[in-house]
């Protein structure tokens, strides 16, 4: 992916398709008629490849499997942990019939975002997102050791038009890890759009978008046993399964943060 990026509208690039569809707004000042071109080229337009359809989830999210729940909204799990956190954006998936909380995000106005509610922000959605790392994996009661520390959980935290993406994940009993992940700033001027201001909001759908789907895979490789009975006993092989509710801790905060204001 990061290849067919560094090459975004480069004209000596013969493979990059996606070049044709945005190369144009390079050419357009006014506000106006980018507008129409992304609804004509980008909303209306089919997509070829991945790459494209990576632009496309700027406009409008294609994945019929993901669902996006706007509005001061509250996580089934966080109601079980007793927190009281509504979200600006919870991001589902539905993963064979069932659904999942796989990522969460808070947006704010810049004028009206002092310090403290930045780190409230920041700590609400950590806490939540704590929460959903901890029923996705124990929804994989099969997955290996060695995996665990790799299925992360996105958290986007918005602030007028800059945008920052982390990852939470589990690296050893009761061990988080909290992860910077990428930073980017939607491009508002036609100086940005040459400065690849595109292309990195691109790249931040794009890990997004990854995140969401390693989850998935998981999900589906280790939520059953694949493993096989007959091998297991001719090769005396041991299983080197988790037991995912001796590596995770509960969410533990106090009262006052434990509801919001």
Known sequence: MTKYLDAFGDENNSDNSIGEVTKPLLKLKNKRKMEEYYYKHLVRYKPKN?????????YKYVNKDVFLQWGETKAVDCTRAALDFKLDLRIIVNIEQEKHEVATAELAKPRSTIESKLFNDKLKLVLVTKCHLNSVLKTMPYIPKSK?????????????????????????????????????DYPQTHAQVEAKGLQKVIESFSIIDDLIIDITE??????????????????????NNVNIEDWVSEVVCDDDMAHDN
């Open 148 to 184: 665990v520390k790799d299925v992360k959980v996105p958290i986007v935290q918005i602030i007028g038009l800059t945008c920052h993406v982390q990852a939470l994940s589990l690296t050893d009993k009761g061990v988080y890890l909290l992860q910077d992940v990428y930073s980017v």
């Open 218 to 239: 998981y999900h589906r490789d280790y939520n059953v046993d694949q493993s096989s009975k007959m091998d297991s006993l001719i090769k005396g092989k041991k299983k």
């Open 50 to 58: 991945d790459i494209e359809r990576n632009v496309l989830n700027i």
